[in-house]
Nanobody, 119 residues
Framework: QVQLVESGGGLVQAGGSLRLSCVAS????????????VGWYRQAPGKQRELVAAVTGGGTTNYADVVKGRFTISRDNAKNTITLHMPSLKAEDTAVYYC?????????WGQGTQVTVSS
């Protein structure tokens, strides 16, 4: 069992920035492994949950088109932590952001953190 704990959400004006962090722990899991993908999803009211950004154990990153070139996902293997840097935020980035990890077909989710961007 892997636990994911997010932090860093909040309220920000359009054009501002936030940094979300997610710490993974439990069951001997380590980011030094290769057989996983970890990242961020978001869900806005009335919309489906969507991928924002993810990184594999091998270091390959994947971004949603709407954030590509704007958001950056990074990983600290020693701290089992991923970070999503979100500059130039827009009102449409408002959502609950969830940390997600999948390893050997098992999905793990964090509790979610609210990001609200005021226009």
């Amino acid at each position: 069992q892997v636990q994911l704990v997010e932090s860093g959400g909040g309220l920000v004006q359009a054009g501002g920035s936030l940094r979300l962090s997610c710490v993974a722990s439990g069951s001997g899991f380590t980011f030094y492994a290769m057989d996983y993908e970890v990242g961020w999803y978001r869900q806005a009211p009335g919309k489906q949950r969507e991928l924002v950004a993810a990184v594999t154990g091998g270091g390959t990153t994947n971004y949603a088109d709407v954030v590509k070139g704007r958001f950056t996902i990074s990983r600290d293997n020693a701290k089992n932590t991923i970070t999503l840097h979100m500059p130039s935020l827009k009102a449409e980035d408002t959502a609950v952001y969830y940390c997600h990890l999948v390893q050997r077909g098992i999905n793990y989710w964090g509790q979610g953190t609210q990001v609200t961007v005021s226009s």
